[in-house]
């Protein structure tokens, strides 16, 4: 049995100074520091740091060089040894509008070796499919020739590996694929890369949309007279919405008016593409090339094409711009994801009974340490 002691314990609710964490697999305690032989357990010293529930990125391309939507099982692989240093414990490797036989390639390699478990990192909980069912006048970086007419059997068939997927509810075809997708299976129905008005994308929550992908960027804006996608996803209860908190997609003015409005509801992701983590140079997104210089990833014509954030920045940057406390924060990258993906039983936050998912921060949330299932999977200078 581990412990670790001298750690200020950001539970879902509150900071909990002294106390300590004890946990194998699972956390079994969160009790007092006096209460506890230190000599019983192999012990962990957090030296003051912050201890924070793993974090788990909903909306992640790729990483280190590699791309889900390459169909490759070493790269999956390393995509989950590399964001595991960012204290990202769990994650869905996202496919992009690439043909519908290179998506299905990649599904099966994601299932692959999330059924395989013959991976060392990040634990895999399902893939995000980023279209293709979405309206090419607000395409983004995704290619305008592989988008396709809405199709409930496609995400049906498979429903045990696709966690949750991106539609445009205003095209033809769509609120059909909608319903039936949320009468006949669990997989998450999210708005995205869409034109609809407002009107239209309540249309799409009333037959079974609950997720937004990356508010604000390829969608309607929120105009007074025209609330668009972004007023719909802001003012639904039921909705929630991801938010690429790189101060770049999304301007950190927002960060405040987001977090009140959506709540809980709110789910940080990094959106990173194959660049994240390395140097600046040329990279590729779906096919297409793409520049990345500092924090910004733009295609020739200047498009903004993916991020290379990483999520634990998300959340120092959401923290750093927003009036919320520490665990308000964290769960935007942590608890929020859990609950909208079914997790939260088992993930998601600090908690007696749930995984042993724990990572230990500086005050910048820097990784200091990645704790995957009770293992210690990372350990920084
Ligand atoms: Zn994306």
Redesign the pocket.
Known sequence: MKCIINGRLVLEDKVLDSHAIIFDEKIEKIISEDEINVNDYEVIDAKGNLVLPGLIDM?I?GYLGADASDGDADGIRKMAEGIIQNGVTSWCP?T?TVSKEEIEKAFDTVREVKNSGEYYGSRILGVNS?GPFINEAKKGAQAAEHILKPDADFIKKHSDIVKLFTVAPEVEGALECIEKVAEETDVLISMGHTDASYEEAKCGIEKGVRHT??LFNAMTALSHRSPGVTGAALSDGRVSTELIADTFHVNKGVFALVSKLKGDKLCLIT?CMRAGGMPDGEYSLGGQPVFKEGIKCLMPDGTIA?SVLKLNEAVRNLYENTELEIYEAVNCASLNIAKVLGEDKEIGSLQEGKRADIIITDGKFSVLSTILGGEIRYKGE
């Open positions: 909306h391309h996202t992009m980023e992908t990356h959106d993916g």
